[in-house]
């Protein structure tokens, strides 16, 4: 019997492998991310403002390093270079885990960690994205795309619960140490890959042009430029952002510990993976339509979620933003590699990267200051007004430079409401590399 049309990459022996290294990674990672802002909540005695200086160094380094780490990963071996980044990762948690175990654990060493795990994350980021169409082949990218953002997900739904229970029974040093051992499970997957079996794209030769090479194809095509630019703006009120926030929406306003606060970050999860598993289902070209709309819903949830009055209404509301937003997200992601020249995947992927979480790494330092001066719902409110104006915006510049939805007839049934077929040149001309 053949898997439902949103597991059908799992049918890949290679992307299977990575998919379930990766989910152990992942919820590793969020265990971490959550013992880390715990953390810098008791370092800085709630300052809202260090929580978001954290979080800006952790993405800040991907919009200065975006293109060239890019450029690195269409010249080198990527599968290789992941193995690397993830063991540096690693590391870094180790180090985290052995200051706060001795109890030295300081605000400025927690920056500069975080700072050198972004600088890290950098090449992590397009590697790890644009590998997957390596792992599939392009008849399938929708589907493992839609399945690492459900795979995220899931992780961002065990990751800080499992997190916030254990904080308050050990401690967050023993998260340190977990997301240490939990990388090892990434790095025994890409060990374990059939690399007869991956789909290469040339390497680039591009040499001293390589650094504007995507984003010369981006400026280049006003589709892709609109979409970038817009997931740019929508990654100011994402969830990236959302975590400098609800650390102080959970002990400020509702009043709850680690423990609560991991199940408020737990309930943006369980929407992101409804929102993920729904995208995987489709097939092809995302519709425009739905990109901007999932961004407009995305606002309009947080907009409802800045006035729940009791945490169990808060926390519902977090399931629509998360939804909307992972939606959102992968329909953008799923357009930005569909439409990229292979040889060119790394760069435009690190371009929309760049963009992306440089608007996490902007907007995380910018709620954490509305929040001291407004108080955390407000701040998730005005957030909310800023992402329904930019889809309007992006909507009035698409109408404005005319552009339509990719040629070919969408596909039946449900997933026909977000894409349209990849137009036929595209598959070819995808498959040929």
């Given at each position: 019997?053949?898997?439902?049309?949103?597991?059908?990459?799992?049918?890949v022996?290679?992307?299977?492998?990575?998919?379930?290294?990766?989910?152990?990674?992942n919820?590793?990672?969020?265990?971490?991310?959550t013992a880390?802002a715990?953390?810098?909540?008791?370092l800085?005695h709630g300052?809202?403002l260090?929580?978001?200086?954290?979080a800006?160094?952790?993405f800040?380094?991907?919009?200065?390093?975006?293109?060239g780490?890019?450029?690195?990963?269409?010249?080198v071996?990527?599968?290789?270079?992941?193995v690397?980044?993830?063991?540096l990762v690693?590391?870094?948690?180790v180090?985290?885990?052995?200051?706060?175990?001795?109890?030295?654990?300081?605000?400025m060493?927690v920056?500069?960690?975080?700072?050198?795990?972004?600088?890290?994350?950098?090449?992590?980021?397009?590697?790890?994205?644009?590998?997957?169409?390596?792992?599939?082949?392009?008849?399938?990218?929708?589907?493992?795309?839609?399945?690492?953002?459900a795979?995220?997900?899931?992780?961002?739904?065990?990751?800080?619960a499992?997190?916030?229970l254990?904080?308050?029974?050990?401690g967050t040093?023993l998260?340190?140490?977990l997301h240490?051992?939990s990388?090892?499970?990434i790095?025994?997957?890409?060990?374990?890959?059939?690399?007869s079996?991956?789909?290469?794209?040339p390497?680039?030769?591009?040499?001293?042009?390589?650094?504007?090479?995507g984003?010369?194809q981006?400026?280049?095509?006003?589709?892709l430029?609109?979409l970038?630019?817009?997931?740019?703006?929508?990654?100011?009120?994402?969830?990236?952002?959302?975590?400098?926030?609800?650390?102080?929406?959970?002990?400020?306003?509702?009043?709850?510990?680690a423990?609560?606060?991991?199940?408020?970050?737990?309930?943006?999860a369980?929407g992101?993976?409804?929102?993920?598993?729904?995208?995987?289902?489709?097939?092809?070209?995302?519709r425009h339509?739905?990109v901007?709309?999932?961004?407009?819903?995305?606002g309009?949830?947080l907009?409802?979620?800045?006035?729940?009055?009791v945490?169990?209404?808060?926390g519902?509301?977090?399931?629509?933003?998360?939804?909307?937003f992972?939606t959102?997200?992968?329909l953008?992601?799923?357009?930005?590699?569909?439409?990229?020249?292979?040889?060119?995947?790394?760069?435009?992927?690190?371009v929309?990267?760049?963009?992306f979480?440089?608007?996490?790494?902007?907007?995380?330092?910018?709620?954490?200051?509305?929040s001291?001066?407004?108080?955390?719902?407000?701040?998730?409110?005005?957030?909310g007004?800023?992402?329904?104006?930019?889809?309007?915006a992006?909507?009035?510049v698409?109408?404005?430079?005319?552009?339509?939805?990719?040629?070919?007839i969408?596909?039946?049934?449900?997933p026909?409401?977000?894409?349209?077929?990849?137009?036929?040149?595209?598959?070819r001309?995808?498959?040929?590399?």
């Open positions: 019997m053949s898997r439902p049309a949103m597991f059908r990459s799992l049918q022996r290679n992307y299977r492998i990575f998919f379930w290294g990766g989910t152990v990674s919820i590793g990672v969020w265990m971490q991310r880390q715990w953390a810098v909540v008791v800085s300052d809202g260090a929580l978001g200086f954290v800006f160094l952790q800040f380094p991907t919009v200065l390093l975006g293109l780490a890019g450029a690195l990963v269409d010249r071996d990527k599968v290789r270079l992941l690397v980044t993830q063991a690693g590391l870094g948690s180090a985290l885990g052995i200051l706060d175990g001795l109890g030295i654990l300081t605000l060493q920056y500069v960690l975080a700072a050198a795990t972004g600088v890290i994350n950098a090449f992590d980021f397009p590697a790890r994205q644009s590998v997957v169409s390596e792992l599939v082949g392009p008849d399938q990218v929708v589907s493992a795309i839609g399945l690492n953002s795979s995220f997900n899931v992780a961002r739904l065990v990751g800080p499992l997190a916030g254990l904080i308050g029974v050990a040093p998260i340190f140490f240490a051992i990388s090892a499970g790095l025994l997957a890409l060990l374990r890959l059939d690399r079996q991956l789909h290469p794209v390497r680039s030769t591009l040499r001293g042009r390589q650094l504007g090479a984003l010369r981006v400026v280049g095509d006003p589709t430029a609109t970038i630019v817009l997931s740019g703006v929508i990654g100011v009120v994402g969830v990236n952002s959302l975590q400098v926030v609800l650390p102080l929406a959970a002990t400020e306003v509702f009043g709850v510990g423990l609560g606060f991991g199940l408020v970050t737990s309930c943006l369980v992101g993976l409804a929102g993920a598993l729904v995208a995987a289902s489709s097939s092809g070209m995302p339509r739905w901007l709309g999932t961004a407009a819903a995305l309009c949830c907009i409802i979620a800045s006035v729940m009055p945490l169990v209404a808060f519902a509301a977090l399931v629509l933003c998360g939804g909307m992972m959102f997200a992968v953008a992601n799923t357009s930005v590699q569909l439409t990229a020249e292979p040889a060119l995947r790394g760069r435009v992927v690190a929309y990267l760049t963009l979480l440089g608007g996490g790494a902007l907007g995380a330092p910018v709620l954490g200051f509305l001291e001066q407004f108080g955390p719902m407000r701040a998730i409110g005005l957030a007004v800023f992402g329904v104006v930019a889809a309007g992006g909507a009035v698409l109408v404005a430079i005319g552009l339509r939805n990719p040629p070919g969408p596909p039946t049934g449900f026909a409401l977000f894409t349209s077929e990849i137009p036929k040149r595209s598959i001309e995808t498959s040929q590399s």
